[in-house]
């Protein structure tokens, strides 16, 4: 049997999108991630993944268009096309009334360190594969 060719695409493995994190907010991320895991050991698992694979910079020095608490961002689902605009925030100021989306969600997780333009795989809490491209963050 002939050895399978690396560059076969069903062989390739997705790559997560590189992702920047603000000194600033790394110990708070870690703290809630590790107060979750018994709540929510998966959610928090994933975010501990994210921080340990992030590069962590001083806020002077982030740039302007990565997904970061208190950032406005927009990200179209490209399997439908539908964009949409939320603010990542902190647990304790989640409204999604008024489109605050809590960083302790699966889609504040995916979106956290993004930079515009960064598409990336989304599981939903119905167990959906999405893929999602950060179109603008202000």
């Given at each position: 049997m002939a050895p399978q060719k690396l560059t076969n695409p069903q062989n390739r493995r997705l790559r997560n999108p590189k992702i920047i994190i603000d000194a600033d907010d790394l110990a708070h991320l870690e703290a809630l991630a590790e107060g979750a895991l018994v709540r929510n050991a998966d959610l928090a698992n994933r975010l501990l993944e994210e921080l340990g694979r992030a590069k962590v910079l001083p806020a002077a020095e982030m740039p302007a268009n990565v997904v970061k608490i208190g950032n406005m961002v927009t990200y179209r689902d490209e399997s439908s096309?539908?964009?949409?605009?939320?603010?990542?925030?902190?647990?304790?100021?989640?409204?999604?009334?008024?489109?605050?989306?809590?960083?302790?969600?699966?889609?504040?997780?995916?979106?956290?360190?993004?930079?515009?333009?960064?598409?990336?795989?989304?599981?939903?809490?119905?167990?959906q594969r999405r893929t999602l491209t950060v179109t603008s963050v202000s």
């Open positions: 096309g539908q964009e949409r605009t939320v603010m990542l925030v902190y647990p304790e100021d989640a409204d999604i009334a008024q489109g605050k989306v809590s960083i302790m969600t699966p889609i504040g997780v995916a979106l956290l360190g993004l930079t515009e333009g960064s598409s990336f795989h989304w599981d939903t809490r119905a167990a």
